[in-house]
């Protein structure tokens, strides 16, 4: 784990506490690892699985591929795969969370094809939020 997910791990913990997994293996339909995204989280009250992204990289197309892709990349295998062990039930929802740098947030934007069930915060944010003293 780098630091900047590090940092987004705390954050999350923080702000959100929400039960959250590292690099969780997505299953394809022959149970090989289809990807691995970051994080993935629960939001037990809500109802909500959480597939997290995190990346301090310029260019994020490749990113923004699979957000725009995000029911083929990981929703239908992900959720296939939580109803089978049974830690979900149909009344779930997915939603991506992608913590960025702030000079990338307005590029990211533009190129989302979809909003509806995607958030995009700013490390920097998520920074000055675990670390008060943070600049």
Do not use: G
Request: negative net charge.
């Amino acid at each position: 784990m780098d630091l900047f997910e590090e940092i987004v791990l705390f954050y999350l913990n923080k702000t959100k506490n929400l039960p959250t997994y590292y690099q969780f293996s997505i299953l394809d339909y022959d149970k090989s690892e289809w990807s691995c995204p970051d994080f993935i989280a629960f939001n037990n009250p809500e109802k909500i699985v959480y597939v997290i992204e995190v990346s301090v990289a310029y260019n994020i197309d490749s990113l923004i591929d699979r957000i725009n892709d995000r029911q083929n990349q990981w929703f239908i295998k992900l959720r296939n795969q939580l109803l089978e062990n049974e830690t979900i039930d149909v009344n779930w929802v997915f939603h991506v969370l992608v913590f960025l740098r702030d000079d990338r947030l307005q590029y990211f934007n533009q190129k989302l094809i979809e909003k509806k069930d995607v958030e995009a915060i700013s490390i920097e944010k998520a920074m000055k939020e675990i670390l008060p003293w943070w600049k």
